[in-house]
């Protein structure tokens, strides 16, 4: 199953996946109108052409800064 999946899958596919960053809370932000994505994501997501994963984006920790 798994290998007919990445048989599918082209090169730029492929080649996404291995776009790990993470983003966490430099992804969205809180606005009066609700959650919305950052410009630095969307602009991420444009150099690349696609995105892997998102994942980090619920963090407390040193990185984010968040609490």
Known sequence: MLNE???QMTLKEKVGQLNQRL???QSYE???EGIQLTDYFKDEVKRWDSLGVIYGVFRSDPWSEKI
């Open 5 to 7: 999946l990445i048989r």
């Open 23 to 25: 983003y966490g809370w």
């Open 30 to 32: 809180k606005t009066a």
